[in-house]
């Protein structure tokens, strides 16, 4: 496996550059195809939703405030993509525009992506609130790597794998293997919940060197910090680039699917998270 179709949503409203740049980094590193994906509203399907008692002259006004605000954010994006695409010269890439809602797109697209690269919003709140994050994860059926604000575009020399034995933590590592062959240092981290019979970092340290990866086990109570917290502080103390895990759930309402330690990793990470359902 490797990544030889990235896919990146870009509203040209949230800051991308980031994510990117990650994408164009990895594109050269892989040999990939960069893909930015562009939700364009259709500004008269709104119509039929406008108040049947507004006058004519004012519903082309709102209309016309509309195009120009998507025109701007299309602009936006085009700018966002070709400057990411000129700092990486080589590398093969397209800005592609659709009619409809960016998470109806990023699903419907991303499914035929090796990887896909979400900017991560700097507010927590839209963070937590954004359908285009949940439909990555939860619709695409693909990995996806999450990019915090700002930060460098090298990504895998170091990386932690936060292990629990999970069918989503074995869909994570499967994911992040073309990062792995070339990571510099692995360290699969268990952090200790309670017994159970699956699969342990040891186990996966030696599937991983049939791989030819090299890895470390290390298993850590998570003491007094929420697990989302323990993961992240040992990343941080190991010098990671890249946190690798599962995204899971017990929760079944879609609205809710983000609760518990997922959530809270995305939330906090200051390095890009690469998660797998």
């Not at 342990?200 to 850590?220: F, I, N, P």
């Amino acid at each position: 496996m490797s990544y030889r179709r990235i896919m990146v949503p870009v509203n040209g409203l949230d800051d991308a550059g980031h994510a990117l740049g990650l994408a164009f980094d990895l594109g050269k590193r892989f040999g990939s195809e960069v893909i930015g994906l562009h939700a364009a509203t259709e500004t008269s399907s709104i119509l039929p939703y406008m108040g049947e008692s507004m006058s004519g002259a004012l519903v082309e006004t709102m209309i016309s405030a509309l195009d120009s605000a998507a025109d701007s954010r299309l602009r936006a994006a085009q700018a966002a993509f070709a400057a990411a695409r000129k700092a990486f010269g080589g590398v093969a890439g397209q800005l592609a525009v659709h009619l409809g809602l960016e998470d109806d797109i990023v699903a419907r697209h991303g499914r035929l992506a090796d990887l896909v690269i979400v900017p991560r919003p700097a507010s927590k709140t839209a963070l937590s609130e954004s359908p285009t994050m949940q439909a990555a994860i939860m619709d695409t059926g693909r990995p996806v790597l999450v990019a915090p604000p700002g930060g460098t575009t090298a990504l895998g020399r170091k990386i932690m794998v936060a292990w629990n034995g999970s069918s989503q933590a074995a869909r994570a590592l499967s994911a992040a293997m073309p990062l792995l062959r070339e990571a510099e240092a692995i360290t699969l981290l268990h952090i200790e919940e309670g017994s159970g019979d699956a699969p342990t970092a040891e186990d996966a340290v030696d599937y991983l060197a049939v791989h030819g990866c090299r890895a470390q086990a290390v298993s850590q109570s998570r003491g007094h910090h929420p697990v989302a917290d323990a993961l992240l502080l040992a990343a941080l103390n190991q010098g990671a680039d890249l946190l690798v895990m599962g995204a899971y759930t017990h929760k079944r309402i879609r609205e809710l699917i983000f609760g518990g330690a997922t959530l809270e990793a995305l939330l906090d990470a200051p390095i890009p998270v690469l998660m797998a359902h």
